[in-house]
């Protein structure tokens, strides 16, 4: 049973920054394109970053320079460091796993930037 478990979200002040994380299991993770995407109340889903297998990496153009994703394959985990948070990154934040057309998500973690 594939599971992807994220955590690190929270209520945070304009300007300041968050570390999600993302534990994976079920999968061969080292094989996965790992992903974050992201809902916001009334919006669609959308891609905040990936990283392939290989480690290369794309991000969305409203966070480039202020989020960095990476990933430990000893570990399991996919992180998401955001920094510099704008009301506007708030939204249920969710994990993702891309292998040969499979897909698969995780419940999602609450970021919510407020003052």
């Known amino acids: 049973q594939v599971q992807l478990v994220e955590s690190g979200g929270g209520l945070v002040q304009p300007g300041g920054s968050l570390r999600l994380s993302c534990v994976a299991s079920?999968?061969?993770?080292?094989?996965?394109?790992m992903g974050w995407y992201r809902q916001a109340p009334e919006n669609q889903r959308e891609l905040v970053a990936y990283?392939?297998?290989?480690?290369?990496?794309v991000y969305t153009d409203s966070v480039k320079g202020r989020f960095t994703i990476s990933r430990d394959n000893a570990k399991k985990t996919v992180y998401l460091q955001m920094n510099i948070l704008k009301p506007e990154d708030t939204a249920v934040y969710y994990c993702?796993?891309?292998?040969?057309?499979?897909?698969?998500w995780g419940q999602g973690t609450q970021v919510t930037v407020s003052s």
């Open positions: 993702n796993s891309l292998s040969g057309g499979y897909r698969h």
């Open positions: 079920g999968i061969i993770f080292s094989i996965n394109r």
């Open positions: 990283i392939t297998s290989g480690g290369n990496t």
